[in-house]
T-cell receptor, first 111, second 115 residues
Framework: KNEVEQSPQNLTAQEGEFITINCSYSVGISALHWLQQHPGGGIVSLFMLSSGKKKHGRLIATINIQEKHSSLHITASHPRDSAVYICAAPNYGGSQGNLIFGKGTKLSVKP | GAGVSQSPRYKVAKRGQDVALRCDPISGHVSLFWYQQALGQGPEFLTYFQNEAQLDKSGLPSDRFFAERPEGSVSTLKIQRTQQEDSAVYLC?????????????FGPGTRLLVL
């Protein structure tokens, strides 16, 4: 079974700062998911990536398959980016099995 | 278009009571997932449907938990004889393709409190 770890658990930043959230997993996978959960619970899928880098607006996700590690970056952070960011990977590696989620990184961006 | 909807949004139950949680996935979505999210934790997988077939129920924590999707669209998660440890947010997600490596669209969740 895969184990998914995220760091940091909590992160406070000033508006405009560059943010990095890390995710590591123990079993090789075909794709990793990054999700955003706002207060009140709604979860939005941000990225699903299997290699390299993906960019959407101020969000950038990278993955290193060999090192079993992914990062989510936020450039020019804004208070509206405050949320919990969660990574998820297939439970049994490759593309097999249900998703295993990290515990999330709670980001708070101060104006 | 309409996203994934769940009802009720909040449910308070007395210990021992049965509850039923409903999920309306995005129309036409093949796959449907149920997750349980405890406070301060990430979601944990409960069960997966492909159309009306329940292909994976390995995450259901006990035989008090039962899920169905009889016509391949709406799904119901039923919890019998609720216990305090069942208090959590129950999330439903759907995706257009089969299996797990598709973008999942989440509902707002049902927050269950068992007293």
């Amino acid at each position: 079974k895969n184990e998914v770890e995220q760091s940091p658990q909590n992160l406070t930043a000033q508006e405009g700062e560059f943010i990095t959230i890390n995710c590591s997993y123990s079993v090789g996978i075909s794709a990793l998911h990054w999700l955003q959960q706002h207060p009140g619970g709604g979860i939005v899928s941000l990225f699903m990536l299997s290699s390299g880098k993906k960019k959407h607006g101020r969000l950038i996700a990278t993955i290193n398959i060999q090192e079993k590690h992914s990062s989510l970056h936020i450039t020019a952070s804004h208070p509206r980016d405050s949320a919990v960011y969660i990574c998820a990977a297939p439970n049994y590696g490759g593309s097999q099995g249900n998703l295993i989620f990290g515990k999330g990184t709670k980001l708070s961006v101060k104006p | 278009g309409a996203g994934v909807s769940q009802s009720p949004r909040y449910k308070v139950a007395k210990r021992g009571q049965d509850v039923a949680l409903r999920c309306d996935p995005i129309s036409g979505h093949v796959s449907l997932f149920w997750y349980q999210q405890a406070l301060g934790q990430g979601p944990e997988f409960l069960t997966y449907f492909q159309n009306e077939a329940q292909l994976d129920k390995s995450g259901l924590p006990s035989d008090r938990f039962f899920a169905e999707r009889p016509e391949g669209s709406v799904s119901t998660l039923k919890i019998q004889r609720t216990q305090q440890e069942d208090s959590a947010v129950y999330l439903c997600a759907s995706s257009s393709g089969s299996r797990y490596q598709e973008t999942q669209y989440f509902g707002p969740g049902t927050r269950l409190l068992v007293l």
